[in-house]
Nanobody
C-alpha cells in the first residue's frame, strides 16, 4: 500500500512562488532517488528536478536558479520550492520515486497522482 501523495499546487501570478510536497506513505524502509516531473497542456512529461538520498540534485535548464528540490529522509518527503514562476511553468506536476524499499519488497518507478500548477495573470 505504498503511495506517493502530493500537495501544494495552485494558481499563482507570474513571479509568484509555490512549494510542492510529496510524501511516500506506507511501511517504508528507505526511498531512493526522487524527482519532480511536469506535463504542460498538450506536451509530454518532462523531468524538472531530481535528488538522490544523499542530497545530490539535478535540474532542467528551464528551472535552474528558480526551483529548488529538497528532501527529508526521516519523513520520506520530497519538496519542490518554485520561485519566480512563469506562465510556461503551468503544468501538472508529478512526484516520482525511482525505488522504495517497503515491507512488501522493493518497488520501482512510483508516481504521485499529480498536482496542478497554474501560472497566469
Amino acid at each position: 500500500q505504498v503511495q506517493l501523495v502530493e500537495s501544494g499546487g495552485g494558481l499563482v501570478q507570474p513571479g509568484g512562488s509555490l512549494r510542492l510536497s510529496c510524501t511516500a506513505s506506507g511501511i517504508i524502509f528507505s526511498v531512493g532517488t526522487m524527482g519532480w516531473h511536469r506535463q504542460p497542456p498538450g506536451k509530454q512529461r518532462e523531468l524538472v528536478a531530481r535528488i538522490t538520498p544523499g542530497g545530490d540534485t539535478l535540474y532542467a535548464d528551464s528551472v535552474k536558479g528558480r526551483f529548488t528540490i529538497s528532501r527529508d529522509n526521516g519523513k520520506n518527503t520530497v519538496y519542490l520550492q518554485m520561485n519566480n514562476l512563469k506562465p510556461d511553468d503551468t503544468a501538472v506536476y508529478y512526484c516520482n520515486a525511482e525505488s522504495i524499499a517497503s515491507n512488501r519488497g522493493p518497488l520501482y518507478n512510483l508516481w504521485g497522482q499529480g498536482t496542478q500548477v497554474s501560472v497566469s495573470s
